[in-house]
């Protein structure tokens, strides 16, 4: 009676252990293919996603305790989590569109990344 969906296991799983992750990785590419204001924001994102990344997996590591755990898993919660999965997204998909930018595929796996995300939430939510 209370078993979650198939849809909804796909949903948690991939935004708590595959976006974040995913977006570090694509801005990492930036970064080193990147120049100007491009790398500066890919930076951003690089860093946002691998600060969300660690606050998100401190708990299986157990690093969940202190004030800075505490903040960091508050801020992770806002927006139903959604939030603090998009602002990094959002500081990459800026790097595309400032000078500096290269290849395109990291913007094509980063829309992908994103469809795959809206796509399990909406599905979660509606199903």
Known sequence: MFEPTPVL???LIFKRFVFLELVAALALARVIRATG???????GALFLASVG???LLA????LDHGPVYAAGARFMAMGSSMLPLLLPSVLLALS???PG????????AH???LWVLVGL???SVLL
Do not use: C, E, K, N
């Open 9 to 11: 296991l796909a949903f």
């Open 37 to 43: 204001p491009s790398r500066l924001a890919a930076l």
């Open 53 to 55: 990344a660690a606050i």
């Open 59 to 62: 708990p299986m590591a157990g």
């Open 96 to 98: 595309a569109y400032v």
């Open 101 to 108: 930018s290269r290849h395109r595929g990291i913007d094509i």
């Open 111 to 113: 829309i992908l990344a």
């Open 121 to 123: 939430w909406l599905a």
